[in-house]
């Protein structure tokens, strides 16, 4: 069989056949950022509340009120942002079971108050958690925030090691600097 006919029509269908498209192209960028940023959000608040919960945080109402008052803020604005956003109403149903899965995770310290009680080893969990959250930081500057929380938790702790008070304003240090990297390479973008 003669390879030029083959060739000819192996040309044709490139030019006639139409790309497969997995997804559509409808659903806008912004929307998806904003629920990457909503479940990775989410994700590293439930290793706050993880290291809140075990290093018994929790035995104050006060301070798992205002846990889930900041930790409502953002699916709050996430839905707002949604709202502003969506094109059908089955993207709309999307966005916003990610938004009550969101808020739904962000009330779980509210059954745990008085659970558990403070250990000897509550500064430990706490900078284990601002440690493992640390290095997300790095990619994404604001989450420092978490880290930083948690090591100004942890100080405050009443049987602090000596070596993880160094660790922790260690820690610290290093997440103060990471943001604040990041807002000066901000205000360059914004002012330049």
């Not at 083959?6 to 490139?14: K, P, Q, R, V, Y």
Request: with cysteine.
């Amino acid at each position: 069989m003669p390879k030029t006919p083959l060739f000819l029509t192996g040309l044709a269908s490139l030019f006639i056949a139409m790309p497969a498209y997995a997804s559509t192209t409808t659903i806008t960028n912004d929307s998806i950022l904003i629920l990457i940023g909503l479940m990775a959000f989410s994700f590293i608040n439930a290793i706050v509340q993880a290291c809140c919960y075990f290093s018994g945080q929790y035995v104050q109402a006060s301070f798992s009120q205002k846990h889930v008052t900041i930790s409502l803020l953002i699916p709050v604005a996430a839905l707002v942002g949604f709202i502003t956003q969506y094109e059908f109403f089955a993207q709309f149903v999307l966005y916003l079971g990610a938004v009550v899965l969101s808020v739904g995770m962000a009330l779980i310290p509210m059954p745990l108050t008085n659970k558990k009680p403070p250990s000897r080893l509550s500064a430990l969990i706490l900078l284990t958690g601002a440690i493992v959250i640390l290095p997300l930081s790095i990619i994404v500057a604001p989450i420092s925030l978490f880290s930083i929380a948690l090591c100004h938790i942890g100080l405050k702790q009443t049987q602090v090691p000596p070596f993880a008070k160094f660790a922790t304003v260690l820690t610290l240090l290093t997440s103060y600097g990471l943001l604040f990297y990041w807002l000066y390479q901000l205000m360059n973008q914004v002012a330049g």
